[in-house]
């Protein structure tokens, strides 16, 4: 094969970046910069962007937000699914070990979550396609559909929005008769990710945040009275300082680095094609994920249990593992009977926490140093609620159901260096 066939086949592969982005992602800008600040927030990602958005909200006088990457919306907030799906199906889990109070507190957070999503895309009219057509956690076995009648019967005790489908509710919502059943949740929704993080950014910058990208955050040395962050563009001091960098945290938490570990997502997008699925959907334990977008698109996500070692501690976003590509695409046309071409497939890094709870607020032993960080797979209905809390936080007023078990308290470091 020539040199000018090897460019024509790779034309004609999938395109390796993520359906979302866009080239407004990069009107930020960069150089160099000095001054004191309030609020220095390390991390352009959702968490970052809202984060600054509240605390412009909640006056706060100076913010400046610092992104290494070309442009924002670089790392897991512009490389996921798609989803915003509120209601964690840990529930149970979470009974059995912390009790219901706690139980219902998390999965009332998340459910604020959404309403908080759909207000700010509503209030500044943030064009990202936002949708709640619900979305079902699908029974693909006996197993599995064991799991759907307990855990629905839990949460439906508990008088929470779900309701438990059938193998025929399930075909005729999905478009597959594969699915033995499933546990709707009506709150769940689809959102192009990354126009909604670039609408906060707009607001935010309007009410006097300070962005910058290709701007790397290499130290914070801590002055006592001030922090003083070390860049590639030049020293600045700050007041607070906020770490929103997902998985990457630990660079500058050293508490945090054995505590926060990064696993690798994978996502393909099909052609348009006809057939209609409804609603959001995912399989029962959360490891596959999909919907339709309006022009017909399948998008679908997971699946990296399927290979050794499920991409655990992998953080190469730049490129894909084949093996798992080939088990999304079987997928495709054995679960979902799509045989349609892939447009795009690109990867993306969450970080989870040890304990697999969302690790946020004032770090212990250094009031002016906070931290947001560890959502897993469940950012999007998690992180804008968890910002605008973090943000009163900062500013000193007082919280509104925030959950203590997302506290960054030294026992969640026990072991850490």
Known sequence: MDMMSEIIVLQAGPLRVPFWWEPARLNFGTGPISGLFAVVIIGGGLAGIALAYWLARLGCRSVLLLEKGEGLCQGASGRNGGHIVPGTMEFGRHVELYGPEIAQVLWDFEEEGVKEVRAIADELAIDCGLTQTGTVSLAPDEEGLRQVYSLGALLQEQELPVEIWDAQLCK???????????????????????????????????????????????????????????????????????????????????????????????????????????????????????????????????????????????????????????????????????????????????????????????????????????????????????????????????????????????????GSV
């Open 172 to 414: 005729e919502q999905v478009g597959s008769n594969v699915f033995l059943g499933g546990l709707y949740r009506p709150n769940g929704g689809q959102l192009h990710p990354e126009r909604f993080v670039l609408g906060i950014a707009a607001e935010a910058t309007r009410r006097g945040v300070e962005i910058r990208v290709r701007t790397e955050a290499a130290q914070v040395i801590d002055h006592g009275d001030v922090l003083e962050i070390v860049t590639n563009q030049g020293n600045i001091l700050a007041e607070h300082v906020v770490y929103a960098t997902n998985w990457e945290v630990g660079r500058h938490v050293p508490r945090l680095r054995d505590r926060i570990y990064s696993a690798r997502g994978q996502v393909v997008v099909t052609e348009p094609v006809d057939r209609l699925c409804r609603v959001g959907c995912g399989t029962i334990g959360g490891f596959s994920y999909w919907f339709q977008n309006p022009e017909g698109r399948f998008i679908l996500g997971g699946l990296r249990n399927m290979v050794p070692g499920a991409e655990i501690g992998v953080s190469n976003d730049a490129e894909v593992n084949p093996e798992v590509g080939k088990v999304l695409r079987a997928f495709l046309r054995q679960e979902l009977g799509v045989s349609a071409d892939i447009t795009h497939e690109w990867t993306g890094i969450m970080g989870f926490s040890e304990d697999s709870f969302p690790i946020v607020g004032r770090l212990p032993l250094a009031p002016n140093q906070s931290v947001i960080a560890g959502f897993g797979g469940h950012g999007m209905p998690g992180i804008t609620h968890a910002a605008k809390e973090l943000a009163r936080m900062i500013v000193g007023e007082p919280s509104e159901g925030f959950p203590e078990i997302f506290a960054p308290r030294l026992e969640r470091f026990a």
